[in-house]
């Protein structure tokens, strides 16, 4: 399956037709976080005439570090009213897992009404990176479909690292109460946790499963989760929560496989949050699985429109999509 990123070449180039430094830049930052990318250029058959692929091409490719054969595609339209149905073409004839378009101000009417969720708009020779995150946003969530029960989970909340954790949600590793009454929790107690919940964690994730991980990984430092991150199983999503706050860059360097600043919308109803939203409810046709809330007595862990994954909930093991939809399918059934 491919992800396709259909460009008006104008947006790429200078009015002289050459690369804009900035577009490649930003061409750049998409293709190192997006899998198996097909950049298609679209314009017009007298537009593009005036273009060198045979010189461009090898610049961009080179530039990109991808190979020309595998990336890069065209679309010659006969007018810009054409485009969505040309696209469309295109999108017909090959295996599209998600796609973006990218066009210049109010040059497509009709895409705009055809693709309204997967268009970018940006000035003549002006794509940079506030288009490209606005693309990884698009292409992050188009479609993410879960293509099998039993290799996705979830999970939240783990707090790896986090003494005090253990004092406020009464979790099980810790030395009992001190003479004032208070829970004692050593440095051993945190390390037992970190080493327990990674434990649980690969009891049931694969190494070539998803995890979708709904914020607060780890406190108490980078280290912490420089630590732990690299023992555990799957390729791993992380919504962040409010306990996640370095930059992306560092949670794209330690190893994770995408990285979101807010919600995520995947399988087409279903809504990851860090914590539970409260406009969400039985007279949304959206379900939500979240965190956040620990063990909140406050919240059900399971409803007919969410769940929580907080590890409180579960055992401190991640829970899988197929345990989700199987309770989602009990609490929906038709009386």
Known sequence: MVNAL???YTAIVSPNHSLMPTAV???KSIASKVDDLRIVSIGTKVEM???DYGSLLPQLSQALSLKMSLFFDKVEIDSWDSADSNIASWI???????FAVVVVLNSAKSLNKAYPNNLVKCSIGQFSEVQAKDVLWIMSNYKSAISKDDN???VSDTHFGHANIIKYCSRPWN???GADGEIVV???DVLAMDNAMVERWN???GKNDTVWHLGDFALGGKEVAERVFPQLNGKINLVMGNHDHWKLKWYYDLGFHRVYDRKVIINEFVVLAHAPLQFLNSNCPFYQIFGHVHDSSAYQTWTKNSCCVCVERHDYTPVSWKAIKAKYDELNVQS
């Open 92 to 98: 017909a004839s090959h295996e599209v897992k998600s």
């Open 25 to 27: 830049s930003a061409l």
């Open 175 to 177: 030395h009992g109460k």
């Open 152 to 154: 996705v989970w979830f």
């Open 49 to 51: 005439r005036l273009i």
């Open 203 to 205: 009891s049931v994730v």
């Open 6 to 8: 259909f460009i008006d």
């Open 186 to 188: 050593t440095p051993e």
